[in-house]
């Protein structure tokens, strides 16, 4: 089961009227389709720049409004002065936060090379048992 569909379990689960949330499992063709849809007026997408793309493409051509959420380059900075402990604990809640399923996750640790140097023994040295 995927996110959408437990996230859209909750909202049953706590009573929420059927209708305010809504979730869409659908194939390329499917959501082609939909977009082509007279009753559908605007498309929002969090997705890949590929999917982004053609999903944009499909909007301005059916002249529909679109938003696009799309995978960013995110990088985590560790300056020289940083505590290093917190930074890797930082870094790491920065990319594995939701499993990974946000368009903010850190995707690159950035620093100076000496630096970079003892990060890897700081992460092994907070490993879980």
Request: with cysteine; proline share 3%.
């Amino acid at each position: 089961m995927g996110c959408a569909q437990l996230i859209a379990q909750v909202f049953k689960d706590a009573g929420i009227p059927q209708g305010v949330y809504g979730w869409l499992n659908a194939d390329n063709d499917g959501v082609s389709q939909m977009i082509k849809d007279s009753r559908i007026a605007a498309v929002t997408v969090t997705g890949s720049v590929r999917a982004g793309a053609a999903i944009g493409a499909q909007a301005g051509a059916a002249l529909k409004k679109c938003v696009l959420e799309l995978g960013g380059s995110d990088p985590f900075i560790v300056l020289n002065d940083a505590d290093l402990e917190l930074a890797v604990k930082a870094a790491v809640a920065g990319r594995y936060q939701n499993t990974g399923q946000v368009c903010a996750a850190a995707n690159a640790l950035l620093s100076k090379r000496e630096l970079l140097r003892h990060l890897p023994n700081v992460l092994w040295q907070l490993r879980q048992p």
